[in-house]
Structure formats: C-alpha cells, structure tokens
C-alpha cells in the first residue's frame, strides 16, 4: 500500500463555514470559496453522495474515514436534519417526540465531509455532473445514490394531492409523524385505526405490525373501546409473523385484527372508506394507507430502477455500482434486493460501509473484497417498553452473484421482553452514533 500512501492536502479556507463545513474541491467554483492548495499531493477523487439518510450518511462517513484527505467527498441532503424512521412508531404512541429521533449533521461535517442541505434535481451519469436546486453544478468521478423510497400514489385510486393531506403514510419520519401522532389523539373512544400494507418488498418489512402494536397498546391504555386493523396485501405476516400474532393474542385481544390477502385498491378520503381487492370495504376513523413503494425518485428519474418492475435499482453486489450506469453507487432502501435481505435501516447501513471500502479501493488501484458480510437486526417494540428482534448475517455468493444469509446465522427472540426494549434503544443510539458522527 505504500506506493498509494496520500499525503494530508493542506487548504487554506477564506470562509470559516464552508472550513466548518469540511469544504473541498467540491464548490471550486463558487464565489464563496478560495483554496489554496498548498502541497498537492495524490488526490484519488471527488465522491458525491445523494441523500443523507441511513445508507447515505453512513457511506459518506466511511469514505472520508477511510479515504481521507485523498478522497473529497461531498454529501447532499434535502432535509435540515436527519430523522430517524426506526423508533418512530413510539412516536404514535406518545412515547417519544419527534424531537427526540431528530439529529443535526454536524458531527460528518466535523468529519470533513463537505454535507450540503440541498435537493439533486438530476445526475447525468454519461457527463458526470449533477444539478441542484441552489447550488451550483459539480462534477464528480464516484456518486453515490441513496435516496430511500418513494411511493406509487397512483396505484390507489383516490389517494391524490388533496387525500394524501387526510390519509397518510407517516412512513417516512417527520411531519406526517407527528400528524399521524395527532389524529389518534383526535379519534375518539370507539374508533378504528385501519393500516394497510402494500406487498413486499417495501421499506421495513416487520415495521407496520411494529406501528399496529404500539398504537393498539396506546388505544388499550387511552381508548379501550378502539379498534386497530391491519389489512395486509400478502398472503401473511413478512416478518416475525410467530411473534407477532402471539402478541396480539395474549395483550391486544379484541382491539387488534390482521386481515391477510387485502390489497387496497381505492380510497374515499371523504367518507374514510378502504376498498380492496376482496368484496369488502373497510370504514375507519384514521386511516394510515402505505401505497406500493419504488426507489427513490431521483433514481428513478436518471434511470437506475431496471428491476423488480422498474421499481428498484439493480447493483453489483460486490461494490454497489448500478448495473446500468458505470461510477454510479446506489445502496440503501432503492436496490433491487438480494434473497432475505430486508430494506432496512440497519442493512443500508452495512451497504454504506461495503460501498465505501470498494469505492476507496477502487479509487486507488487496489483489489476490491471479494467476500464482503452484511448484518442485520431489526427491533420491534410491542408496547412502550417491551420488544422483539431479528437478526441475520449475509454473505456474498460468488457462484450467484448475489447476498445469502449464513445458516444457523441470527434468528429471532423467544419472546418479548423489556431487556430486548433497552437493547433496541442501544441499536438506535448505536447506528446513529456509526452513521453520522
Ligand atoms: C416506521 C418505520 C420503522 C422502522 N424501523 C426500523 C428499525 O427498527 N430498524 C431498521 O433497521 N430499519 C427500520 N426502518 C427502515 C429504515 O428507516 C429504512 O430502511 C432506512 O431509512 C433506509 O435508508 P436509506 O438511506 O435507503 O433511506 P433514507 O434513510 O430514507 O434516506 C434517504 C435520504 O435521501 C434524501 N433524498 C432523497 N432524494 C433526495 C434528493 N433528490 N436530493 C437530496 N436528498 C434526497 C431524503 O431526504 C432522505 O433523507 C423503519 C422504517 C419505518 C418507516
């Protein structure tokens, strides 16, 4: 490795901020910055990084921890702060305040990474070049694209502009969280909490069974009169499905039904009425429809979703390069999934790291893994305190090309229990500590 080996490039920064900000190449051309390169050494490339959510965030830290001096890498996120979707179905329960999974970017940019609050409003991959909303036009020789989901409104007829205002999907965390949080507290005692789930793969496959749990032992404590109904377009419970219903039989008895095999097809956001594909109509005082989901728009719009019914992006799995558009990484909720692997917070993490070390490899000449591990664990809270898991270990399959799980690998709880409640609240203080600090 000696012969790569990267001496620090000192830079003298006229604005303190964009100093702060771990300010680079990136920006060279704008006003607001003078760099004075003052011993050139071997810069190996500029990494721009789409979305800094949890596959984002933490592909850019890695880049930077492992990639140093040599690599700028530049991270732009549309939003102030990050939010985190894990722990917010406590949210709807009126355990936790949004406030509380809300964090700032402040400590990857202490890690000098140049992090931007700004939206993509394209990539051309052929040019290299990505546009924005406010800033000005970069280039770039690696990008990362990391934009999560976005959802197929159209596949529910009546879910328009104006419905989406009533019936929410709160299923990415922010806002609608926090509205979501208030028409429960509207409804009144007697009422119904109907959620639908879309057929997988969607984002967090245990997570709406998680928010039909937490709300239904908010509703038993508040408004026992209640009732919470999960409509599931598949054929059963896509993760934990043992765990699950043996909690709804022993603590929400009477207040929680799952329904299998109900995919929404319309809505009357007026009258608060569900259509299905069975002859059954579902009325309901909170209605939380989850739409199919695809990835991200900004994948979708440079033309990276070439799979799964041009609803995800494939990628080498190996390097997370789209298998459409060479030096383009896309990772995180977005991809076009391996067996099992679940779009999780926790997995677009792992992605993030396994990008960024092949991303840093290949930047500087070297091999990259060629058998690179993914893990995963994904809590469930089942009441304000209590909670389950599973967890799993993938590796690459050369022969396949693709992600297995190890077998005899991870496995689930035995039972809910506070213990694993105190550890799900460490996996979230310890992801968010990996990703973005
Ligand atoms: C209720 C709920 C509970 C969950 N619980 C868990 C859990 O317990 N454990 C777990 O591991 N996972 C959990 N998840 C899943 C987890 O949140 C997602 O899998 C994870 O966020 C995916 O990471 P990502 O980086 O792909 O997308 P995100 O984290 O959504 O990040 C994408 C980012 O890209 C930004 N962005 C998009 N487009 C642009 C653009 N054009 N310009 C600039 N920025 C852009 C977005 O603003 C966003 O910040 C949960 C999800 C939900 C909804």
């Not at 300010?23 to 071997?42: D, I, K, Y």
């Not at 677009?348 to 396994?354: D, P, Q, R, Y």
Request: aromatic share 8%; glycine share 8%; net charge positive.
């Amino acid at each position: 490795m000696s012969d790569q080996s990267v001496q620090p490039q000192r830079r003298r920064l006229v604005g303190a901020a964009l100093a702060a900000a771990g300010a680079s190449s990136f920006l060279a051309g704008c006003a607001t910055e003078q760099q004075a390169p003052a011993v050139v050494t071997r810069k190996l490339g500029r990494v721009l990084v789409v979305g800094g959510g949890y596959g984002g965030a933490t592909a850019a830290k890695y880049l930077k921890k492992w990639g140093g001096d040599a690599i700028d890498v530049m991270l732009v996120e549309r939003e102030r702060a990050f939010v985190s979707c894990p722990l917010s179905n406590l949210v709807l329960g009126g355990h936790r305040k949004i406030e509380d999974l809300t964090m700032s970017y402040d400590g990857l940019r202490r890690a000098g990474i140049l992090t931007m609050n700004d939206e993509v409003l394209s990539i051309d991959a052929a040019k290299r070049t990505v546009a924005f909303q406010k800033l000005a036009t970069q280039t770039f020789d690696r990008i990362v694209v990391a934009p999560g989901i976005d959802f197929n409104f159209g596949a529910v007829q009546g879910l328009n502009a104006d419905a989406q205002k009533r019936i929410l999907h709160a299923w990415k965390a922010g806002p609608q969280t926090v509205e979501l949080r208030r028409q429960l507290e509207a409804m009144p005692d007697g009422g119904v909490f109907a959620i639908t789930i879309p057929e997988a793969p969607y984002r967090c496959p245990p997570g709406p069974y998680e928010r039909a749990s937490v709300v239904a032992g908010y509703l038993k404590a508040n408004k026992p009169r209640s009732k919470v109904l999960i409509l599931d377009a598949n054929q059963d419970v896509t993760s934990k499905g043992p765990l699950f219903k043996r909690v709804w039989n022993e603590q929400y008895k009477g207040i929680l039904e799952y329904r299998a095999q109900h995919k929404v097809t319309a809505v009357d956001a007026k009258a608060g009425v569900i259509k299905f594909d069975v002859q059954e109509d579902v009325k309901a005082q909170v209605l939380n429809v989850l739409p199919p989901m695809r990835a991200g728009a900004i994948a979708v719009q440079t033309g990276l979703n070439n799979l799964g019914s041009n609803r995800w992006c494939g990628v080498n799995y190996l390097n997370f390069e789209s298998t459409v558009a060479k030096d383009v990484h896309v990772l995180g909720d977005s991809i076009q999934i391996a067996p099992a692997m679940p779009k999780s917070g926790h997995m677009a993490n792992s992605h993030g790291k396994v990008a960024a070390a092949a991303i840093v490899a290949e930047l500087s000449g070297w091999p990259i893994n060629p058998a690179p591990m993914l893990t995963n664990t994904c809590y469930s809270f089942i009441d304000p305190k209590m909670a389950i898991h599973v967890a799993s270990v993938h590796e690459y399959v050369a022969a396949e090309k693709t992600f297995k799980t190890v077998a005899g690998s991870g496995g689930v709880s035995t039972g809910p229990t506070e213990l694993e409640g105190v550890y799900a609240l460490s996996w979230a203080s310890n992801i968010w500590a990996d990703s973005l600090s």
